[in-house]
C-alpha cells in the first residue's frame, strides 16, 4: 500500500514538473510566428517561348524596430573556370584550371537603403562573404580572393548575382508592426529548378525570425518540348536541329537572293 501511495505521489510530482517548465518555456522571450510574415504573389514562374527574366513581388510584416533582408538562393554546384594571366609578361592567356565547389548557382540580396553594416555578414550569414567560406576552391594554393571576386563578378554580369541596396521599403507603424514590400528581379539566364526565398528579421545585427519559401521555375510550351526532346530522344532532336537549320539557310537565301549582298 505504501509502495502504491510513493508510485502516485512520483506521478504528480512528475506532472506538476512537466506542467511548470511547458509554462516557464510558453512564457519566455522568443521569436512568435507574428515576428515575421512572409508572402510571395506566386510561387511558380513558367519560363515559354518568348521568355525574357520576370520579377516577384515580396510582401509581408516585421516588428517595427526591426529590419528585414531578403535572400534568393539557387541550388549549390560546382564551377570549373580558366584563370587568366600575362605570359612572360606580354601576352594574356589561360594559365590554370580553377574549379569553385559547393557554389550557390544563383544568390542575390535585397536590403533596406541606409541600412546598417551590421545586416549584411557573418553575424547574420548574409551575403558573398559568407558565400565564400562555404566555397571550395581548387587548386588549394590559389589565390582564393582573387578568384572569388573574378567569379563574383562574372555572376553579376549575368544577373543572376546581386546586392540590391534599397530594395526593401517600409510602410507605416501600426501597433509595433509595420509591412515591407520588396520587387525581385528573375533574370532569364535562371535557369528551371527550385529556388529558395527567405526573409530575415534582425535586430542589432541578430536576426529573430527567418522564414523560406520556395520559388519553382518550369518549362512551358515550346521550351519544354523542346527539352523534353533534347533529354528523353537525341536523336530525334538531332534530326530536328539539321532540318531546323537547312530550312533557315534556305529562308535566309530566298529573302537576300538577287541583293547584291550587304551594303
Known amino acids: 500500500m505504501e509502495r502504491k501511495k510513493n508510485i502516485m505521489l512520483h506521478k504528480i510530482i512528475t506532472f506538476w ?9 510558453a512564457a519566455a522571450p522568443g ?11 506566386t510561387d511558380t514562374i513558367n519560363i515559354t517561348t518568348f521568355y525574357n527574366g520576370s520579377t516577384l513581388e515580396v510582401t509581408g510584416k516585421v516588428l517595427a524596430d526591426n ?3 531578403i535572400e534568393v538562393s539557387g541550388p549549390k554546384t560546382d564551377v570549373h573556370l580558366k584563370e587568366k594571366g600575362k605570359v612572360l609578361g606580354l601576352l594574356w592567356m589561360n594559365k590554370n584550371d580553377v574549379s569553385l565547389a559547393n557554389a550557390p548557382a544563383d544568390y542575390m540580396i535585397y536590403y533596406p537603403a541606409n541600412a546598417s553594416q551590421e545586416l549584411i555578414g557573418q553575424k547574420t550569414g548574409i551575403g558573398y562573404e559568407v558565400v565564400e567560406k562555404e566555397i571550395v576552391i581548387e587548386p588549394a594554393d590559389a589565390d582564393r580572393a582573387f578568384i572569388f571576386g573574378e567569379y563574383v563578378k562574372l ?3 549575368s544577373g543572376v548575382y ?20 520588396a ?22 545585427g541578430a536576426v529573430t525570425a527567418e522564414l523560406d519559401r520556395e520559388l519553382s521555375l518550369q518549362l512551358q510550351g515550346f521550351p519544354a518540348m523542346i527539352a523534353k526532346l533534347a533529354f528523353g530522344n537525341s536523336l530525334l532532336f538531332g534530326i530536328m536541329s539539321v532540318v531546323i537549320a537547312i530550312a533557315t539557310g534556305l529562308i535566309i537565301g530566298v529573302l ?3 541583293g547584291g549582298g550587304a551594303h
Open 155 to 157: 555572376m553579376e554580369k
Open 256 to 258: 537576300f537572293k538577287g
Open 162 to 181: 546581386a546586392m540590391n541596396e534599397g530594395s526593401v521599403t517600409y510602410g507605416p507603424e501600426t501597433d509595433g508592426v509595420k509591412p515591407f514590400s
Open 183 to 204: 520587387t525581385l528581379k528573375i533574370p532569364v539566364k535562371m535557369k528551371p529548378g527550385s529556388y529558395h526565398v527567405k526573409a530575415l528579421s534582425i535586430r542589432q
Open 17 to 25: 514538473g512537466v506542467l511548470t517548465v511547458g509554462i516557464l518555456i
Open 31 to 41: 521569436v512568435t510566428a507574428d515576428d515575421l510574415q512572409l508572402l510571395l504573389s
Open 67 to 69: 529590419d528585414v533582408v
